[in-house]
């Protein structure tokens, strides 16, 4: 280590967070880690934003700031997912590291990663940085989930449309409401415009007469006139991608009415676009190198004399020496050579083995920690309100409120219990997600063909987005780059087959050269990990 100087980052995702104690408890954890380093605290960056979203501007500032002295400044966090938790930020924080610019400290994983560091430290870094955006990822997804069923059941999720509010009882649940002041002048929209007797344009007149202003307080234009008169919220359903819902909120107008002004503006369906029933395993993942355009496949069927059949699948893609004319490769072909690549992952140093073992112990067990403290305040919050539920019935049998009073009670507290019960299933199911991710992680340099045969073709898709950041075919040759730490775990075949197509690729000869220009590069045998972190 040879930072003197160092800045502290303490960092929560949302406001609700930064008004409880998350980042006192970073602080001062930090300060007293920078005291016992003899670290002089140039600075203390208290961010409230999202690691994963958004230009990260604080984050910015802070990097900034440290890149402004000439001697090397030791960035300090508690973890790593408290400085990033995706690859966005990495080539800009390695290339800072890699000229001295700046140290990282990680205090809760006790880790420095600095110019000098082992490549283990290193790799161990970016696999840090995996699962957190692992984790990240699985619990985004199945938020999107539980709003979607929320949608499901009538409850509309965002920003209510004109003529509606988002409000909030008093329990705290997020709910909408009629804008009783903009309900007559909607209304009176619709009635007009079925009619046919005016037009969009003058329709914006009338509204702009009546008094109708938008949420932000602007008058209507033709555009958001257009989008009103289309909003099938008003009558009782919401659309969702394409697919339209019944909502439980109150309506505005009848369903007669909407479907006149629709007959109104003449307006017409477009048919959706269906997708193929049959499922490839390189749709939508493989571009072509030559042109950038997306590889297609399709399945050839061929029937012989004696009344055998025959089924191929093929992939379109344009050749390099002449990329106006298109050319066909065998899909098995191509597998051949993904299967090649998962066929050359391995390990060869033991120390840096015994270190991702012992690493994988603890974030497995800090993950646990995270998992228990969440999901038990969930709980309690539900066991809390079924004791609210009590007291009401006690209330109710007492005579002491109406039973309206009861019923609209009752409904709120049942409500929210509902969502605590969908939250503690998406964070048991993030949990099911982190854990089926390390194993994969831990599996795969080793078993990474036996999995690849196994898995179904949903499977295999699922496999290549996991592993690759980039795949493209150039002619007859899969070019691809390993996301990070997969980069880290392939060894270099000596085979003139595999350099062949790199090599006529300067783009791509610069990664695959990488391995060839750095043998010492310790790689990890992840079956012996799963073993010794799954089995007791």
């Known amino acids: 280590m040879e930072a003197k100087k160092a800045v502290i980052l303490t ?19 930090l300060q007293e880690y920078c005291i016992r380093k003899g670290l002089e605290v140039l600075q203390i960056f208290e961010i409230v934003e999202s690691s994963t979203r958004g230009d990260r501007k604080r984050f910015m500032e802070m990097i900034a700031y440290a890149r402004r002295y000439r001697e090397p400044v030791a960035i300090i966090a508690d973890k790593v997912d408290r400085l990033q938790r995706s690859f966005r930020e990495f080539p800009l924080l ?8 700046i140290e990282l400290h990680f205090f809760s994983e006790n880790t420095i990663i600095h110019k000098d560091s082992r490549s283990s430290d290193r790799t161990m870094w970016s696999m840090r940085v995996l699962l957190a955006q692992s984790y990240t990822d699985s619990m985004s997804e ?13 409850e509309w999720a965002g920003p209510a449309p004109l003529g509606y509010l ?9 709910i909408i409401e009629v804008d009783e002041v903009r309900l007559p002048i909607i209304v009176r929209i619709f009635e007009e415009y079925a009619t046919g007797a005016y037009t969009l344009s003058e329709m914006v007149d009338k509204a702009r007469t009546w008094g109708l202003r938008s949420k932000k307080d602007f008058y209507l234009t033709k555009s958001t006139m257009h989008r009103l008169l289309q909003q099938p919220f008003y009558h009782g359903e919401m659309e969702i991608k394409g697919e339209m819902l019944a909502h439980r909120h109150e309506t505005l107008i009848p369903r007669w009415l909407f479907q006149a002004c629709q007959e109104v503006r003449l307006g017409h369906h477009k048919k959706p676009f269906k997708h193929a029933d049959k499922e490839f395993v390189f749709r939508g993942l493989l571009t072509c190198a030559t042109t950038g355009r997306m590889i297609t496949a399709d399945t050839k069927k061929k029937t012989y ?47 840096f083995l015994d270190d991702t073992i012992a690493y994988l112990k603890e974030t497995n067990r800090l993950k646990k920690a995270h998992h228990t403290i969440e999901v038990g305040q969930l709980k309690k ?27 609209m009670k ?3 507290l049942k409500d929210r219990q509902y969502e605590l019960t969908q939250l503690v299933h998406t964070y048991d199911k993030a949990d099911d997600e982190f854990t089926k991710r390390m194993e994969m992680l831990l599996n795969l340099t080793h ?27 150039k002619g007859a040759t899969l070019c691809y780059t390993l996301r990070k730490p997969f980069d880290s775990f392939l060894i270099d075949p000596e085979s003139p087959n595999w350099r062949r197509g790199w090599d006529s690729n300067p783009r791509y000869a610069r990664t695959h050269n990488g391995f060839r220009d750095r043998p010492d590069r310790p790689l990890w045998h992840l079956s012996v990990i799963a073993k010794a972190v799954f089995l007791p």
Not at 95 to 101: E, F, N, P, T, Y
Not at 166 to 174: A, P, V
């Open 11 to 29: 960092r929560v995702s949302s406001k609700e967070q930064e008004d409880g104690h998350s980042i006192d408890a970073q602080k001062h954890r």
């Open 94 to 101: 390695d290339d800072l590291v890699q000229r001295g610019s």
């Open 142 to 154: 199945n938020i999107k989930r539980s709003l979607e069923h929320k949608r499901r059941i009538g």
């Open 166 to 174: 988002n409000t909030r009882d008093g329990y705290g649940k997020s």
């Open 305 to 351: 004399a004696n009344g055998n059949t025959a089924e191929w699948t093929y992939l379109r893609g344009w050749k390099p020496e002449n990329p106006e004319k298109k050319m066909w490769v065998r899909e098995d072909v191509i597998i051949a050579q993904v299967e090649h690549v998962l066929s050359c992952m391995g390990i060869r140093n033991r120390e």
């Open 381 to 407: 919050e539900h066991t809390e309100i079924q004791t609210k539920l009590d007291r009401l019935m006690d209330l109710r049998l007492d005579g002491e409120i109406t039973k309206e009073d009861f019923e």
């Open 410 to 412: 009752k409904r709120r």
């Open 447 to 473: 078993e990474a063909p036996k999995i690849w045969a196994s898995s179904t073709i949903l499977q295999k898709r699922e496999l290549l987005n996991f592993l690759f950041a980039n795949l493209q075919l």
